[in-house]
Nanobody, 121 residues
Framework: QARLVESGGGLVQAGGSLRLSCTAS????????MGWFRQAPGKEREFVAG????????RYTDSVKGRFTMSRDNAENTVFLQMNDLKPEDTAVYYC??????????????WGQGTQVTVSS
């Protein structure tokens, strides 16, 4: 059973940057694909970014491409989301999630508690 804890959220002006972190405990982090999701008020949760087990492969939703970068440090059991050029529409609670193999299931198994990101205009 893995436990995920996010940190790094906060209030920032439009055009600013934040770096989210998510640290895992209680499992074998290097076996997990990791993802970042977000949920804005009144909206459904959406995928933001995903990482392969090694971190060599990442993917992003179109709205954040070129602005957000996901990375991971398997030695530290931590995944990051560097968010640059933030926009008010990026305001949401951000969650990290872990996907266990077999990956064909296409579902995330563990979720963090979320961290609030608020971007003011």
């Amino acid at each position: 059973q893995a436990r995920l804890v996010e940190s790094g959220g906060g209030l920032v002006q439009a055009g600013g940057s934040l770096r989210l972190s998510c640290t895992a405990s209680g499992g074998t982090f290097s076996l997990y694909r990791m993802g970042w999701f977000r949920q804005a008020p009144g909206k459904e949760r959406e995928f933001v970014a995903g990482s392969s087990t090694s971190g060599l492969s990442t993917r992003y939703t179109d709205s954040v491409k070129g602005r957000f970068t996901m990375s991971r440090d398997n030695a530290e059991n931590t995944v990051f989301l560097q968010m640059n050029d933030l926009k008010p529409e990026d305001t949401a609670v951000y969650y990290c999630a872990a996907q266990l193999p077999p990956f064909y299931r296409a579902q995330y198994d563990y979720w963090g508690q979320g961290t609030q990101v608020t971007v003011s205009s």
